[in-house]
């Protein structure tokens, strides 16, 4: 998709603009957002290509292009499919890509040197929760007579990963690997995953790059792999592996081709956890600070517009992501998740309404304590292989994660007069931190300003001074 390109000129809403905020000086001190108003030019680059990965959680992008909210801000935007992750990371840092839908720990691991090396930020989340765990036919079988049930005879959720050690002990003395995918070495998939297993007592391994294994697999109990998303009901069916964490729709896909039973859904695994970024160098944002703004104003309202009135766009967006160039998968199977419930077992359908989260709970603000928390699971299951004190999680986290970005776009939205204050966290008062998070499935408390402290509480995993 493509829009042509214009010349650049000024458009007459911001020449109106620009004399509302002369006459506001006149008047006496600006207010914030008509200060930040008034230094967001127009875009230095107007005619952008971003990319994305097949996934529901690509939304804000879709209706930002197909609401006009990109050519609002005078950006002309082409939407580009990607193979794989890595290839779009290393699209974005070589600049085929100007932007793209992100894994949220692909910016991170970038800054630090873990696979490629490149300074990418993010000043923008693009949502909650949205994934899953599936396993298949076979393996739910197994794990079933240890589930307990509720009175109507259904699975009691959420289920954890206790009820499935029975089924890898099983398969280790048949000499057997179990083997699981997801979809990136950094994605939040990959975390989850290991967290819900090591909640219910499986190794998932360890990297050590500095001893040059990247493959995460030692003394794993459960092979994780990688697996691109669109490729996880295939890749189960065929048997390659025995189940899989990915983004909808593909948990929601097996349960419609009846390979694979979702367990349990990150939901259930972190409430309300962070989800993907958009990503892009520093090297862009600081070359083209308008434009950079611009996007993440257009998105920021498309998210808004995913999530206002109950979900009532949902319906909408439903069918606009079905479309072959954007995730191309049939409607229904992406309306299972998108509006407000998840089906595990066949025929067992239950309501999530926050199952996909793109605006509440203030999920488009980059918070610091998010990429802490990623940062932390780089560390516990050794990407990051030294110890390293509180001060850097924080410093990467500066490095990476922009609010004063997205500071400016809330602000320039807000005089736009399309977007209220309330609609943001308090600039005044906010830290980037949300303080301390419950919701875990092992009931561990999460602590962003004591990132250290926080690894300890774990049994399984590095901490402290352990270097493999």
């Not at 005078?74 to 932007?99: F, M, P, S």
């Not at 780089?378 to 509180?390: F, N, S, T, V, Y």
Request: overall charge negative; hydrophobic content about 40%; charged content about 20%.
């Amino acid at each position: 998709m493509s829009q042509p390109s214009t010349p650049s000129h000024p458009s007459r809403r911001g020449f109106l603009k620009r004399a509302l905020l002369a006459v506001a000086v006149a008047a006496g001190p600006l207010s914030a957002p008509a200060a930040f108003a008034e230094a967001l030019g127009e875009p230095e680059k107007e005619d952008l290509k971003l990319g994305f990965i097949k996934l529901t959680d690509m939304a804000p992008l879709a209706i930002a292009y197909e609401k006009g909210y990109f050519e609002d801000e005078g950006l002309y935007v082409t939407l580009e499919a990607q193979a794989n992750w890595k290839v779009l990371l290393d699209r974005v840092i070589d600049g085929q890509l100007d932007g793209a839908h992100m894994l949220a720990g692909q910016p991170l691991a970038a800054t630090i040197g873990f696979g490629t090396k490149a300074h990418v930020i993010t000043p923008l989340s693009m949502d909650l929760n949205g994934n899953g765990v599936t396993v298949s036919n076979a393996v739910w079988e197994q794990m079933k007579p240890h589930i307990p049930t509720r009175d109507d005879g259904r699975p009691e959720h959420p289920i954890s990963a206790e009820h499935l050690q029975p089924v890898v002990e099983a398969y280790k003395a048949e000499g057997k690997p179990f083997r699981m995918g997801m979809v990136f070495p950094v994605s939040t998939h990959n975390y989850e995953l290991r967290y819900w297993l090591a909640a219910g007592g499986l190794h998932p391994g360890y990297y050590a790059p500095h001893k040059g294994d990247i493959d995460g697999q030692i003394d794993a109990e459960v092979f994780l792999s990688v697996t691109p998303p669109p490729q996880m009901p295939a890749t189960l069916e065929a048997g390659t592996i025995d189940g899989y964490c990915v983004g909808e729709p593909w948990n929601q896909q097996a349960v419609f081709k009846g390979i694979g039973v979702p367990v349990i859904t990150d939901y259930e695994i972190w409430q309300n956890n962070p989800e993907k970024v958009f990503g892009i160098t520093a090297e862009f944002a600081e070359a083209n600070p308008n434009t950079t703004v611009r996007i993440v104003k257009a998105m920021i309202r498309a998210a808004k517009w995913l999530d206002e009135n109950d979900n009532a766009n949902r319906k909408e967006a439903v069918e606009i992501l079905s479309r072959p160039n954007y995730v191309g998968a049939d409607a229904e199977v992406i309306a299972n998740s998108m509006t407000g419930t998840f089906e595990y077992e066949k025929g067992d359908k239950r309501e999530v309404p926050d199952f996909n989260v793109f605006f509440r709970y203030h999920a488009t603000y980059p918070y610091y304590s998010d990429a802490i928390w990623y940062l932390t699971q780089m560390r516990r299951w050794g990407q990051i292989a030294e110890p390293k004190p509180d001060d850097w999680y924080m410093d990467t986290a500066q490095q990476v994660y922009r609010p004063d970005i997205y500071q400016k776009a809330a602000a320039a939205l807000i005089a736009d007069g399309v977007m209220q204050a309330s609609d943001f966290p308090d600039f005044a008062t906010e830290t980037g931190f949300k303080g301390k998070q419950s919701g875990f499935i092992d009931g561990v408390a999460y602590d962003g300003a004591k990132p250290n402290a926080y690894l300890e509480q774990f049994e399984i995993g590095l901490k402290g001074d352990k270097v493999l």
